[in-house]
């Protein structure tokens, strides 16, 4: 990982919006896969569930981390990143937004 990228985390006074059904290595969605990037103003959080999953920040290639269960990982507005799926396991993405602009 390059240290002169700050790991990111969920800022204060975000709000939970939504939260994805439970995805498995069979039905995690194909996007998930590739990179992609969480709208501007909202925050993802990957919430892995069971087993393992490896998560990628694109513009960090060195940022290839396995995220065990019970981790998660907050995933910034428009960063793009993508997962891997490396055996079982289950995950959830949850979406937030700051309070002040929550619908």
């Keep these: ?11 204060d006074g975000m ?5 994805t059904r439970e995805f498995d290595e ?5 996007a998930l896969l ?3 990037q969480v709208a501007a103003g ?8 069971s087993g393992s999953i490896d998560f990628v920040f694109e513009d960090d290639p ?3 981390r396995s995220l065990p269960e019970g981790s998660s ?5 428009r960063r ?14 949850e979406f937030y937004r700051s309070a002040s602009t929550t619908l």
């Design 1 to 11: 990982m390059d240290p002169r990228i700050p790991e990111p985390m969920l800022p």
């Design 15 to 19: 709000e939970l919006t939504r939260t």
């Design 26 to 30: 069979n039905t995690v969605p194909k």
């Design 34 to 36: 590739r990179a992609h």
């Design 42 to 49: 909202v925050w993802g959080n990957l919430v892995v569930t």
């Design 62 to 64: 060195g940022s290839r």
């Design 73 to 77: 990982q907050p995933i910034p507005p």
């Design 80 to 93: 793009p990143h993508h997962i891997v799926i490396t055996g079982p396991a289950c995950f959830v993405v």
